[in-house]
């Protein structure tokens, strides 16, 4: 009999979180959706600013080494701080999900942004020898884990505010915001690069950017804590219908939505970090731009993506996630080897518009992906698969991307290669969307 009324207890609760959770007030939900986006923005603005500096912390950290060898180490320390984000996914996922995304959201940019600034104070590799490098990684690695709870937090905590006709347009502000921190990163950049001479970039500069760490993240992180949870957390935690162990009932009862979360975060991951981090780097080493045409070219495209992006998000509550999200895969299989062939000696213009073609391509699937995550695992362990998912992917595609770049144009001699890696992600994608059903015309699932 108490097996029954738990279960009864279990089958009523969806409908009252459902209740719960349309009952909005929109000033908190303005709230909810300016503290996702600040806090997201300080976080890859800190992601950013190593990416674009990486010609240069190659040379402050990797000195004894040829220009090619400090490259490939430099994206390998960024490659190697990825590696921690599925495992900082359970944990901030486990955070989400039992205590609250609230409090996953405030301790992971409080770590993000200390982890950030202390680069900023780190000895070079003329002060300390080999322990620069070390401790360079050692900073990475507290960075990787702390992002493993932001992207995802932050999507499902908006998921869960947003209406459900309009949830795709509220999600489409995390990766807005993202593209918003590397933009910003971008501007940045290129006024260093207009401003400093080498020397001075290599000597001082270079810390720069992430001295800012300290004050965006105090900001970030005072928005946060005023916040209230989101209403179906709260419903759930009011009836006590929380997972005790969010991770073990995923892997127990929700394989293969995990499998698809995967398979198609492979995409983005790619996309994202070849397309919005590695394009500038790619630009001057291998197109021989200038650094500083290269960084004014990124910041156009971002200006442009950052637009695009909530376009995408309405059309996906329009159109659907699956149609969006299976599009973007067939286009990127289809244009991104024609896109990286019209790079070569193209003029500044026909460079800023193939990344922009880029950033639209990007857009169908960023501007989507969140949304569909948020929406294809129920509330108990929504925060859990989404983070572990998406960083898992990540970590295994996303932070490598950059290193595999690199390193597949050394080995082949091809300066195509990276755009086949990418056209593989997108077959991946593919068959993982085609697997899934529709997830954008009913409202979030809590069972």
């Known amino acids: 009999m108490n097996t029954e009324r738990a279960v009864s207890a279990q089958v009523a609760m969806p409908e009252v979180s459902h209740k719960e959770s349309t009952q909005i007030d929109p000033k908190l939900l303005k709230r909810a959706a300016c503290a996702s986006f600040i806090g997201n923005f300080v976080e890859w603005f800190d992601y950013a600013s190593y990416g674009y500096l990486a010609t240069i912390i190659a040379v402050v950290f990797f000195p004894k080494t040829d220009g090619a060898t400090a490259l490939l180490a430099t994206y390998g320390v960024f490659a190697i701080s990825f590696i921690v984000r599925p495992i900082g996914g359970i944990v901030w996922g486990h955070v989400g999900d039992r205590i609250g995304r609230r409090t ?158 995967f398979g198609v975060t492979c995409l983005n991951a790619v996309a994202f970090y070849l397309v919005l981090s590695y394009m500038p780097t790619y630009l001057s080493t291998e197109m021989g731009m200038s650094e500083t045409a290269s960084f004014i070219a990124a910041t156009i495209s971002l200006a442009a993506y950052i637009g695009l992006i909530f376009v995408m998000g309405a059309l996906s509550d329009r159109v659907g996630r699956k149609s969006m999200l299976i599009g973007a895969s067939i286009l990127f299989a289809v244009l991104t080897v024609p896109l990286f062939k019209g790079l070569a000696g193209a003029s500044f213009a026909m460079i800023v518009a193939i990344q922009v073609a880029f950033g639209a391509l990007l857009t169908m ?52 290669a990276p755009a086949w890696y990418l056209v593989a992600a997108a077959g991946v994608a593919l068959i993982a969307m085609l697997a899934s059903r529709e997830t954008s015309h009913a409202p979030l699932a809590d069972e």
Not at 105 to 114: A, E, K
Not at 126 to 139: C, D, M, N
Not at 162 to 171: E, H, L, S
Request: hydrophobic letters at 50%; proline letters at 5%; glycine letters at 8%.
């Open 104 to 261: 996953s959201l405030s301790l992971s940019i409080l770590i993000m942004s200390c982890s950030t600034f202390l680069i900023a104070l780190l000895p070079t590799y003329a002060q300390v020898g080999v322990i620069a490098p070390v401790l360079l990684l050692l900073v990475r690695v507290v960075q990787g884990f702390s992002a493993s709870g932001e992207y995802a937090g932050a999507a499902a905590f908006l998921a869960e505010y947003a209406p459900d006709k309009r949830r795709g347009i509220y999600t489409s502000i995390v990766p807005a915001s993202t593209a918003a921190g590397l933009l910003f990163g971008s501007i940045l950049l290129a006024l260093m690069h207009a401003a400093l001479t080498s020397e001075q970039l290599q000597s001082f500069g270079w810390r720069l950017p992430f001295l800012l760490a300290a004050p965006f993240g105090l900001i970030g992180r005072y928005i946060r804590v005023r916040l209230e949870d989101t209403p179906r957390f709260k419903a759930m935690e009011q009836h006590h219908y929380a997972a005790q162990a969010p991770i073990a009932e995923l892997l127990s009862k929700h394989r293969g939505r995990m499998l698809i979360a």
């Open 365 to 416: 699937n960023d501007g989507t992906l969140p949304c569909f995550l948020s929406e294809i695992f129920p509330t108990r362990v929504r925060y859990s698969g989404f983070a572990f998912c998406f960083n898992a992917a990540n970590a295994l595609f996303g932070g490598t991307a950059p290193l595999v770049a690199t390193w597949l144009i050394g080995v082949t001699g091809n300066t195509l």
